[in-house]
T-cell receptor
Framework: GAVVSQHPSRVICKSGTSVKIECRSLDFQATTMFWYRQFPKQSLMLMATSNEGSKATYEQGVEKDKFLINHASLTLSTLTVTSAHPEDSSFYIC??????????FGPGTRLTVL | GDSVVQTEGQVLPSEGDSLIVNCSYETTQYPSLFWYVQYPGEGPQLHLKAMKANDKGRNKGFEAMYRKETTSFHLEKDSVQESDSAVYFCAPGGVTGGFKTIFGAGTRLFVKA
């Protein structure tokens, strides 16, 4: 099956710093990638849709200046959490959509902001 | 708007029991249907899928039939195993044209040995 990687898998940072998370589709090209946030024992909450070569589309209530998304190539999207605060601590998961419209998920990144 | 409802909370069968996890959806477009499985600390993995009405997705003894007439995609297994314990998400979506996949709340399956 298709493989999506995320890096880093775990990050701890101080309040006020910025953190970048990378999402890569390893064996297929993805014109569309998605970023989700997941709180403990809850479902996935879509944050934004990332389209290669264009601006990301953010879901209602998600601050685009806070969560910067860049989709510079067909295999890479990045999420930067700017000026992170403890309430940004969460499990962030990306996914990439294949040509068959199936979404494949990365392993997730656990962010802890102290 | 589009929505999906699945069996809530936790399901606690014993090993060898049969299983049904319900999933019903409402969408404005004709979706593909997916079940994803998530293990602790990991991202969701595609479990099975059905791309059109009357298709049946199958994986590791699990099955789900795409029933357009009842807008349902129930996940079934004849005999569950302890290793099936995980969280399962029903997710309609993914048609060409930008329809976003939507996720159910998740059903936590805990199979007792």
């Amino acid at each position: 099956g298709a493989v999506v990687s995320q890096h880093p898998s775990r990050v701890i940072c101080k309040s006020g710093t910025s953190v970048k998370i990378e999402c890569r589709s390893l064996d297929f090209q993805a014109t569309t990638m998605f970023w989700y946030r997941q709180f403990p024992k809850q479902s996935l909450m879509l944050m934004a849709t990332s389209n290669e070569g264009s601006k990301a589309t953010y879901e209602q209530g998600v601050e685009k200046d806070k969560f910067l998304i860049n989709h510079a190539s067909l295999t890479l999207s990045t999420l930067t959490v700017t000026s992170a605060h403890p309430e940004d601590s969460s499990f962030y998961i990306c996914s990439a959509r294949s040509m068959s419209d199936t979404q494949y998920f990365g392993p997730g990144t656990r962010l802890t902001v102290l | 708007g589009d929505s999906v409802v699945q069996t809530e909370g936790q399901v606690l069968p014993s090993e060898g029991d049969s299983l049904i996890v319900n999933c019903s959806y409402e969408t404005t477009q004709y979706p593909s249907l997916f079940w994803y499985v998530q293990y602790p600390g990991e991202g969701p993995q595609l479990h099975l899928k059905a791309m059109k009405a009357n298709d049946k997705g199958r994986n590791k003894g699990f099955e789900a039939m795409y029933r357009k007439e009842t807008t349902s995609f129930h996940l079934e297994k004849d005999s569950v195993q302890e290793s099936d314990s995980a969280v399962y998400f029903c997710a309609p979506g993914g048609v060409t044209g930008g329809f976003k996949t939507i996720f159910g709340a998740g059903t936590r399956l805990f199979v007792k040995a």
